[in-house]
Nanobody, 125 residues
């Protein structure tokens, strides 16, 4: 079992920045990757970014490349999502997720086994 707790969401103006945190606890030593997804009202959950827990390899959705940065602190079992140059279309509930296997693409929700409760990010124009 892994527990994930997100924090750092809030209201920000367009062009601003936020940093989301996701603290993991439990069976963290066997995690393969951690990812961030988001879901806007009336839309499907979409991939944002992911990071391999052991190697720090990262990958991003095209919509956030160059603006968002995912990183992790193994000592704190925490993954971060630094979001810069935020746009109104970034408004969504952001979810952290942990996966234990690498057989599925990291951009697929099916690749993840545990999910956090989500944190709201609202970008005003």
């Amino acid at each position: 079992q892994v527990q994930l707790v997100e924090s750092g969401g809030g209201l920000v103006q367009a062009g601003g920045s936020l940093r989301l945190s996701c603290a993991a606890s439990g069976r963290t030593f066997s995690m393969y990757r951690l990812g961030w997804f988001r879901q806007a009202p009336g839309k499907e959950r979409e991939f944002v970014a992911a990071i391999r827990w052991s190697s720090s390899s990262t990958y991003y959705a095209d919509s956030v490349k160059g603006r968002f940065t995912i990183s992790r602190d193994n000592a704190k079992n925490t993954v971060y999502l630094q979001m810069n140059s935020l746009k109104p279309e970034d408004t969504a509930v952001y979810y952290c997720a942990a996966g234990f296997f690498g057989s599925s693409p990291g951009s697929s929700p099916g690749a993840y086994d545990y999910w956090g409760q989500g944190t709201q990010v609202t970008v005003s124009s």
